[in-house]
């Protein structure tokens, strides 16, 4: 039987921190059974640690923040800020005797704005959920991670997350324009604009976006929206490798097509998604590469990039002339991941991003690395914006096979630096990467950003043991 709040074991801390929590909160909102607690303790992330909350609170109003963030000051007590919990870096992780303050019931879509093409969001708000509401009018929220029928818009703006659509549309950072966020302290501060432009001051939206709940507690979001596109369609094209299917895509952006999605699948994630799904590709895929345009006339640009891939030395070019076509073949990227962590049960999903221009180094660097190691490693990408998604797949039971997927992991980062990329593309760097994020932008980067950290959060309170 769960114990009630009330009947739950309580220390003289935890004793006072609940009783102060519940003087500006709803007694549902304040949990601390153990068995409850520990569910909140991490995300999705393989290889992070995360310690025991001392209290889950669960507001649904800004006022309810500030009470939280006061008493957190007051005390002395670290907050972890967290929305869904489907991050890949750990930055959702709990850190021992915390505060774990979960956004989830603040969910409200506050307005949408066809003539100012915002929309005022809480931060519970799920990305789906704002991205059908939003076609209603006619409109659009282009960032979508994989995770966007669960994934909350405020876990998206703490990483600066990306999506499918990215090449084209852009990341999360390109469409918040202002925010509501409570401080440390419990202040309540306001960022940005709503109108279409303004340059007053600092950027400090842009400083929050992407910051992991390190800096504030976003309470509010104003988002920039677009007109709802056409219908996209969809061409797959298969090739004999990687290399091949790479210098397509160096073709497609030099020769200044738009696409609204440009994915790339090696020969090791198009093997698993057929064992899994039985989809018939091809045995001799090396490479698959699926792109589309959401262009009035869709099929004449997939006609134009078709040839670019055949020059290239695509092997077969399959444009669909339907959406229902369009979401056949957008199938086998979809079912990408899934079907890698059906290879041994447990993978760890790198996010290193590179220039287009060396996509292919890094795919040949990853399969160099997977043999040394002795593992299975694919490789998904956003290959229009660079951005790759080694996925190494493991046996968590194995120790050896733990050690050897982490070394892989850490090579797979150094190789995208040394080819000129940064380390995290949209999954942000949490406790998975602290030490690599160092490494990135070097000890003047690292002196700044602990700067600012400081004005922001004095105390060290916020989401300690992150980033840096």
């Not at 003289?12 to 921190?17: A, I, K, M, R, S």
């Not at 520990?38 to 507001?59: E, T």
């Not at 929050?208 to 509010?220: A, T």
């Not at 220039?355 to 998904?380: C, F, K, N, Y």
Request: hydrophobic share 45%; net charge negative; aromatic share 4%.
């Amino acid at each position: 039987m769960i114990m009630s709040r009330i009947e739950a074991p309580r220390d003289e801390v935890t004793g006072n921190l609940v009783d102060r929590l519940l003087a500006g909160l709803p007694a549902d909102a304040v949990l601390t059974d153990p068995d409850v607690t520990a569910s909140y303790a991490n995300d999705m992330a393989s290889f992070c640690p995360a310690g025991r909350p001392a209290v889950v609170v669960l507001p649904r109003t800004v006022e309810q923040v500030q009470h939280i963030m006061r008493t957190a000051t007051a005390l002395r007590l670290p907050v972890v800020p967290q929305g869904a919990r489907t991050g890949l870096s750990g930055g959702a992780n709990a850190t021992d005797g915390c505060i774990v303050l979960s956004l989830t019931r603040m969910d409200r879509i506050l307005e949408i704005s066809p003539v100012d093409r915002v929309a005022v969001v809480e931060p519970g708000v799920v990305n789906a959920v704002l991205s059908r509401a939003v076609g209603e009018h006619g409109l659009s929220y282009p960032p979508d991670p994989s995770s966007w029928e669960t994934c909350t818009i405020g876990g998206n703006i703490g990483t600066a997350s990306g999506g499918l659509c990215c090449v084209k549309y852009g990341v999360t950072a390109e469409y918040v324009l202002g925010l509501d966020v409570v401080l440390a302290d419990g202040r309540l501060m306001s960022t940005g604009r709503r109108t279409a432009k303004g340059v007053a001051g600092y950027d400090l939206t842009r400083l929050f976006v992407g910051s992991e709940g390190s800096l504030g507690i976003v309470v509010r979001a104003v988002l920039a929206l677009r007109p709802q596109p056409p219908r996209q369609l969809v061409l797959a094209a298969e090739f004999a490798s990687a290399a091949a299917a790479c210098d397509a895509v160096c073709a497609i952006m030099a020769g200044g097509h738009v696409p609204s999605l440009l994915e790339l699948m090696d020969r090791t994630t198009v093997k698993a998604v057929n064992d899994l799904t039985r989809m018939g590709l091809p045995d001799s895929t090396e490479a698959l590469l699926l792109a589309a345009f959401d262009t009035p006339d869709p099929a004449a640009d997939l006609a134009a990039l078709g040839a670019l891939c055949e020059a290239a030395g695509a092997t077969q070019v399959v444009p669909a002339d339907t959406a229902a076509e369009s979401e056949l073949l957008l199938q086998a990227r979809r079912s990408s991941l899934v079907a890698l962590e059906a290879v041994k049960g447990t993978t760890m999903i790198d996010d290193v991003c590179v220039p287009r221009s060396r996509l292919g180094d890094l795919i040949e660097g990853v399969e160099r690395i997977a043999d040394e190691q002795g593992l299975t490693i694919g490789v998904v990408a956003h290959a229009g914006d660079g951005n790759t998604h080694p996925t190494v797949c493991f046996d968590a039971r194995d120790p050896d096979e733990c050690r050897r997927a982490r070394a892989s992991f850490d090579e797979i980062m150094a190789l995208g630096l040394e080819l000129g990329g940064t380390i995290t593309g949209e999954h942000g760097v949490g406790v998975l990467k602290k030490e690599w994020l160092a490494r990135e932008i070097g000890p003047v980067g690292l002196e700044m950003q602990r700067a600012v950290k400081q004005v922001f959060d004095p105390l060290g309170i916020l989401n300690p043991g992150k980033l840096f």
